[in-house]
Structure formats: structure tokens, C-alpha cells
């Protein structure tokens, strides 16, 4: 009986410490594509960094044929939506915003250079669309200051990690 308890005990402690892990490298993830999204998204509205600021990445963007209106909305959304990340606030929505832009970046500016980034192509911002993938599936990991997705995720990962009985 004691052999039996130990090795619950150590299954018990092994998923312990597999959530707690996974929770803090969820958030670091979070915590450095926010960053990323945060100045990236300062060099397209407010010219840091050597940036273009917001009328030149309007006007940039606008020579590929993108509305006005859309160029607007990518700027504030990698912003807003890399704040949104950093700082734990809906972070899945955040990460929602920013996978759109990059989705849109590598369509419109980078597809036709193929993958790799030094010659311009989609390598960056796609893997940048899939790091944001997985804070939307596996949430903003541990100290979120607002986690209103927590419902959501905890139904869908009840339903997805049910073990089915044959």
C-alpha cells in the first residue's frame, strides 16, 4: 500500500510541477512578444526607434495598395495589442490583434520574397503569428492582470483533454 501512495504522490508532484512550468514559460512568451509588438508597434505610431512614425508607415504601406484606414488599424492594433500581452490584460485578444497584422505582413509585404528573412521574406512575422497562436491556446501563463479568456479556456481544454472510455 505504501509503494502504491508514493507513486501517486509522485505523479501527483510531476503534474504539479509540469503546470507551474508551463505557466511561467507562458509567461515569458508572453512577456517578450509583447515587448517585441510594444516597440515595434512604437516605431509605426510614434517614430521610435528610427521609425517611420505614423503618417510615413501610412504612407509606406499605402504604396502596396492597403487602405488608409487599414494601415491605421495595423499600427495601433500591434501597439495596443502587444500592450494587451506584456501586460497580461485579455492577452489571448491582444495576441488575436497582433497575429492579424502579422498575417497581413506576411501577405501583402513579405510572401513574395520567399522564407528567409534576409532576403526579406515571411520568416519573421510568421513565426511571430505562431508565438502569438500559442498565448491565444495556452493563455497568459502566471500574474495576469486581467484574464477574462480563463472560462473560455478552462471549457475547451475540459472538453479536448476528457479521456474517452472504449
Known sequence: MDN??????KTNLHMSHRVCSQGWALTILRLVLGSIFILHGGQKVFGLFGGPGLEGFVAWIGTMGVPEWL??????AELIGGAMMFLGIAAEIGALLTMGVMIGAVIVVHWPNGYFGQNGGFEYPFNLALFALAVVVGGPGKHPLWDP????RLCLFNSCCKKTTI
Open 71 to 76: 494601415a491605421y488599424l495595423a499600427a495601433f
Open 149 to 152: 479568456c480563463r472560462v473560455w
Open 4 to 9: 502504491n501512495m508514493n507513486q501517486v504522490d
